[in-house]
């Protein structure tokens, strides 16, 4: 099946140097939340799908904890959770503390598998 896109105009007051164009959009027919995606690996399967739930659920907690004590989380042929940190921005180091250090966010690092697989997906205009 293909992925469907639309074509969207790219913005030009964001800076002189952009130039006039257009670039695609993907199209997300729905979001599969970790219930649909149970339910899609166990083929629907009631009690096998209960226990991947529960598999999600371990593995989500289990990389939280990860990132909370400074692991970057790899997961083999999908790729790597690392946290990114952020502060005011301070013109000598001893100006800043560490409780004035915060998540900024979670950065997916996509694996060189996962993009090798879908390099062989198609697109069709919506």
């Not at 598999?55 to 989500?60: C, G, H, R, S």
């Not at 904890?65 to 301070?90: K, M, P, W, Y």
């Not at 800043?96 to 069709?124: C, N, W």
């Amino acid at each position: 099946m293909a992925v469907k896109y639309r074509l969207r105009k790219r913005p030009t007051n964001l800076s002189k140097d952009i130039e006039d164009g257009f670039y695609p959009q993907v199209i997300r027919t729905s979001n599969v939340d970790s219930r649909g995606l149970a339910s899609y690996v166990t083929g629907d399967k009631s009690f096998r799908c209960a226990a991947m739930l529960g598999a999600i659920e371990q593995l989500k907690e289990g990389v939280i904890s990860l990132l909370e004590d400074g692991n970057s989380v790899s997961i083999n042929g999908l790729g790597a959770f690392t946290l990114t940190a952020q502060s005011r921005l301070v013109k000598d180091p001893k100006e800043i503390r560490a409780g004035s250090i915060s998540v900024k966010d979670v950065a997916f690092k996509v694996s060189p598998e996962l993009m090798g697989r879908l390099k062989s997906v198609t697109f069709e205009r919506e």
